[in-house]
Structures are given as C-alpha cells and as structure tokens.
C-alpha cells in the first residue's frame, strides 16, 4: 500500500531497504567494510538483516545504531556486498518515555546553547520547558530561516551561524532547535537519519540512495520524548510520526560511532580507505590491495508496486459497479 494508506489506517509504513557496494578486484585482495545501519527506536522497528558475504561478518550493537563489520579476502573478480533489511515505523500522534542524557541539556558541537545570542533569542519566545514552549521555538526555527540555494558541501551546520545568516539546510533547522530548546531547559537532541520517499524512484544511482539524508529533533518535555521536523514545518512535523522517517539515532552519538569504525577500518594504517560516505549511505571501507568501490542505496519497492496496482484495479472495478447501478436506477 501506498504511505498515505498506512497513514489514514494509523498503520506503520513497511520498506525493504537495500545498500549494494560493487567493487573491482582481484582474487585475494582483503577488504574491511563497515556499514552503519539503523535498528530498533522508539517509531520504528528494524528487521531481518542480510549481507551477502560469506567470510567474516561481525555485528555491533550500539546505543542508536549498529554496524555490520564486513572483512575477509576476495574469491573471485568483481564481487558485490549486498545489505537488506525491513523497516516499519509508526504514522501517528506519538510521544515516548526513555532516559535523559545530561548531554541534551549542554552546548556541544554546532550546538551553541550557551550562546548569549541565542540565550536572548529564546528568552523572547518562551520562559518555559514545556511542550507548548518546544513548539513555539519549533514554529520560529522553521519560520525563520530560508533554505540555501548555493552548494552546501562542507559547509558548517552551527546553530548560531544559521541564526545569524538566517540560512540552514535540515542540519541547521535541527541545531537551532536543539540549540534554543536547551537554552530553555529542555533536553533535545539532532537526530541524523533518512527521509524515505513515498514511492520509491525505479532509477538507481550509483554514489547515492532514493532515501534522502535528513535530520530532525527529538525533545523532553511534559515527562516524555516527542518528534519535530523543523526543516518540514507546519503542525504535521510537530509530534505527529509520518512513517517516513529512519532515525540512525543522535547526530553527535553516530559521528563518534563513524570515527571508531574509521580507526577499525585503518587497522593501525595497514588498511587504506577506498571510500567512505557519512550520508545519504553511512559506510567506511578499505584494503590492503588495488580496489574500487561503488556504493548504492534503494528502496526494493517490487512487491508495493504490485500491491498498489491491485488495489488501484480493485477501485476502478468498484467504483465502475457502484456506477452503473446508479445509471440503472435512474
């Protein structure tokens, strides 16, 4: 069924998830590849992982995300390593309960809280830490600043050059927030992740993923956690799931996860890092021999596709039945 379906019907949005990385080799050259993948969070479930690769797998489990630690030798020229899992995630009103980390209450990387600028700011939205509170400094964040239309590669996300400039993509919306929400007492963190389409595209292309990369926020108030998408705006992004977001967990949590795995792939710098992609994919890999990668992530839409025509079939026979009844009765 389409997303919107599973929305009216209250129901999680199911997508297969597929991460292919393609490589040129010769027989015997060693590779490490780890790849970052999401798991189970307060909106969503993840499920039936498989990689494709018949020598050393080692799953790690962290905090927010766990990371599939391929290596071995090649046996054979031109391999590939395939990733799939299953997602649902919830498409409703939701808060949750979970633990409090001091760290959403402190100023941290692109996350001045503490700034005066920013201090000031927030005082003259609200003076408290409620719920109420998170959404007006939601509406403000997503008011205030416009979307850039220059290239934004390598480009800083700090919050109070975004408040400054009044310009930010999705990772500034999100860091002002958690900025301004801190500096009013209400622990936040930005939450890097995937917006997943709502019809995949049937075109794939290599470097990239038909999910796009996205942040958004999850704060602390009124006793429980809840979901805002500052970037998106509008009462629909405020506390409301949509089924098509894939947290891979707190932003500055997943970076150090990426640095460890980084360190693990080098192997005390016997290893040399062939590629690697922070976003849309979140993958690092190296070798010790002559080899290229060709990383590509999509949704595996097949068997919806189908679904939906069915359905879509369904309709129009319905509704031509109802139809000529009422010519009939005329």
């Known amino acids: ?12 949005v199911k997508y297969t998830i597929v991460e292919e990385y393609e490589f040129k080799n010769n027989i015997g050259e060693d590779i490490r590849l780890a790849i ?9 479930t993840v499920s039936n992982i498989s990689i494709d690769w018949d020598k050393n797998i080692e799953m790690v ?7 599939a630690r391929v290596s071995g030798k090649f046996t054979r020229h031109n391999q590939k390593i395939v990733a799939k899992y299953d997602v649902q995630i919830k498409t409703r009103e939701y808060s949750w309960q979970g633990n409090i980390d001091n760290s959403y209450l402190q100023p941290s990387k692109d996350i001045e809280s503490d700034s005066v600028i920013l201090k000031e700011a927030t005082s003259k939205i609200t003076k408290g830490n409620t719920v109420e509170d998170a959404y007006k400094i939601y509406t403000f964040v997503s008011e205030y600043l416009s979307y850039p ?8 996300q700090s919050a109070i050059k975004a408040y400054n400039c009044k310009i930010g ?27 997943l389409p709502k019809i995949a595209k049937l075109s794939k292309k290599a470097w990239n993923h ?16 809840h979901y805002a998408d500052p970037a998106w705006g509008g009462k629909n992004n405020f506390g409301k799931i949509d089924g098509g977001h894939l947290s891979y967990g707190c932003k500055d949590k997943e970076h150090k996860i990426y640095l460890e795995n980084l360190k693990w792939a080098k192997e005390n710098d016997i290893y ?12 690092i ?7 290229e990668i060709t990383p590509m992530g999509y949704i595996d839409n097949n068997e919806k596709y189908i679904a939906l025509a069915v359905i879509l079939m369904i309709i129009i026979f319905l509704e031509g039945v109802v139809f000529s009844k009422k010519l009939k009765f005329k």
């Open 169 to 195: 993509g999705c990772g500034e919306h999100a860091n002002l927030m958690v900025a301004m929400c801190r500096a009013s007492n209400i622990p936040a963190k930005s939450i890097s992740g995937l917006a």
């Open 285 to 291: 890999c190296s070798s010790t021999g002559k080899v």
């Open 61 to 67: 489990d962290y905090d927010s995300l766990q990371v």
């Open 149 to 156: 239309t220059q290239n934004r590669i390598g480009v800083s």
């Open 1 to 12: 069924m389409h997303p919107v379906l599973f929305k009216i019907l209250k129901r999680p």
């Open 272 to 283: 040399t890092i062939i590629g690697s992609m922070t976003a849309p994919l979140k993958y």
């Open 36 to 44: 970052l993948l999401p798991k189970d969070g307060a909106y969503q």
């Open 210 to 225: 038909q999910a796009g990369a996205h942040a958004w926020v999850e704060f602390y108030a009124d006793g429980r956690w």
